[in-house]
């Protein structure tokens, strides 16, 4: 198991790939009807409650 400091690392790291994510599937209508999201339905307050 690594460090304290390498888990927290890893986190943010986690947590950066999927704000981009968010931020994908908020932004890009074919995302979402390929996924089954209604085309007005945004992520963006995911980001900021954090």
Do not use: C, Q, V, W
Not at 5 to 18: G, K, P, S, V
Not at 35 to 48: S, V
Request: without cysteine; proline residues 2%.
């Amino acid at each position: 198991m690594g460090s304290e400091a390498e888990l927290y690392a890893i986190r943010a790291e986690d947590e950066f790939l999927l704000a981009e994510k968010d931020m994908l599937i908020s932004t890009d209508a074919k995302a979402k009807i390929a996924l089954g999201i209604p085309i007005g339905k945004t992520f963006f307050y995911l980001e900021f409650s954090n």
